[in-house]
């Protein structure tokens, strides 16, 4: 099945598509780093078959996207500056705004299917009305805004296509939700808004994948059968941690849990090398010790034996305060960019182009390969079983 990737960045999603069987036929981005990282893992074949991964170096807007024929799925996360809860805000009137270039993309290919990737801010209440108008632009890709008109006259025209019943050319069937990654064997509590849709003439229906892990069960293996520790070979702490407001008995009640456990930090790195300053340790690219780290209000760091907190792009307030790892007698040091890659679940094989904070910046952005690639296998398999049944329903 092919893709195409906008909005691309150090490779999350599109690796997590990669994995799901998509095959690239384009890959947008403007980046310069971002680029450089992804055409030096292309040249490497980082990733088996990423090889002919085709990087375009451009602005979204100045893209015509016919050239790449007839695709399956279109993938991306636009620029979330314009809803980040660390950012001003403006949102619709933010000229990085480029969920209507996500949108030109879906009517001009007509994929069977999308994914879309946003902040958690999406969903502020402030920006609910935008939320719900972008929604139905991708419900409706070919019923286009009009020359000088207001979103919220476009809006309402799109609402009164959804109330009427009326069936336009092109129309998508449309789901969202947000999702922690942590629930999904991510190493990282990062909460992020997913938007799904199917063309409607697949007549396919989907919903998200079910949670895999919790906290619940992290707590179970960590304070009842200390199996965390013993894992990791680690006497076990004698008192109960009061951040994660732990019961027990509550935990005993229910028994063993369905679940898997929260990965963690310590999880994440086990099997790397110390790291120190200046060097990158031997056989791991990007694992060199950044000196300097320090926590301030607000910015306390991640505990190892906790999943960490969401990786920051370091645009925002002080810089690094997502990117620390805390030990439990006190030390705090930066992660390392393969450590802050870890988390993120790029392979180790991936190499990231640019400075530390450059590095750190392309992390923060990106999508975790392994949660895209829940979301993409899901999708791929509901494609792939449809393919499927229309080969053998037009066999002789």
């Not at 990085?96 to 879906?106: L, T």
């Not at 190499?351 to 590095?359: D, H, K, M, Q, R």
């Not at 390969?369 to 899901?378: E, K």
Request: glycine share 8%; hydrophobic share 35%.
């Amino acid at each position: 099945m092919d893709s195409i990737e906008l909005f691309t960045g150090a490779g999350g999603l599109a690796l997590g598509t990669h994995l799901a069987g998509f095959h690239h036929r384009g890959l947008m981005e403007w980046n310069d780093d971002a680029c450089d990282t992804l055409r030096r893992n292309a040249k490497l074949n980082a990733l088996p078959g990423i090889s002919g991964w085709r990087v375009h170096q451009t602005d979204v807007r100045m893209m015509s996207f016919d050239l790449f024929g007839e695709v399956d799925l279109v993938a991306g996360g636009p620029p979330c500056q314009p809803f980040s809860l660390g950012g001003k805000h403006r949102a619709q009137d933010d000229s990085r705004n480029m969920f209507p270039e996500f949108v030109r993309a879906v009517r001009e290919l007509q994929p069977r299917a999308f994914i879309l990737e946003n902040v958690k801010g999406l969903l502020r209440q402030s920006f609910s009305n935008y939320f719900e108008y972008i929604k139905l632009q991708l419900e409706y890709p070919t019923i286009t805004k009009r020359r000088d008109e207001e979103w919220t006259d476009h809006r309402n025209r799109l609402e009164e296509v959804r109330t009427k019943g009326r069936k336009p050319e092109l129309k998508y069937n449309v789901v969202s939700e947000l999702l922690n990654a942590a629930d999904y064997g991510i190493p990282q509590t990062r909460e992020r808004v997913f938007v799904v849709g199917f063309r409607a003439d697949t007549e396919l229906e989907w919903h998200f994948p079910e949670p895999t892990h919790s906290l619940d069960a992290l707590k179970w293996e960590q304070f009842v059968t200390q199996e965390y520790w013993k894992r990791h070979r680690l006497r076990a702490p004698r008192n109960e941690p009061v951040a994660l407001k732990l019961k027990l008995k509550d935990l005993e009640k229910d028994g063993p849990l369905k679940t898997k456990p929260w990965r963690t930090i310590r999880d994440a790195i086990v099997g790397l090398p110390e790291p120190i300053v200046g060097r990158d340790a031997k056989d791991f690219s990007n694992h060199r010790l950044n000196p300097g780290a320090k926590v301030y209000p607000g910015h306390t760091g991640s505990p190892i034996d906790l999943p960490s907190k969401t990786l920051k792009a370091g645009v925002h307030g002080v810089p690094g305060g997502e990117n620390i790892v805390a030990y439990p007698d006190g030390l705090v040091r930066y992660l390392t960019v393969r450590e802050a890659a870890r988390v993120q679940t790029f392979p180790d094989t991936w190499l990231f182009e640019g400075s530390w904070s450059e590095a750190m910046r392309q992390l923060g952005n990106a999508v975790p390969v392994d949660l895209a690639a829940v979301i993409a296998r899901s999708v791929a398999a509901k494609l792939a079983a449809k393919s499927e049944h229309l080969k053998l329903r037009s066999a002789p």
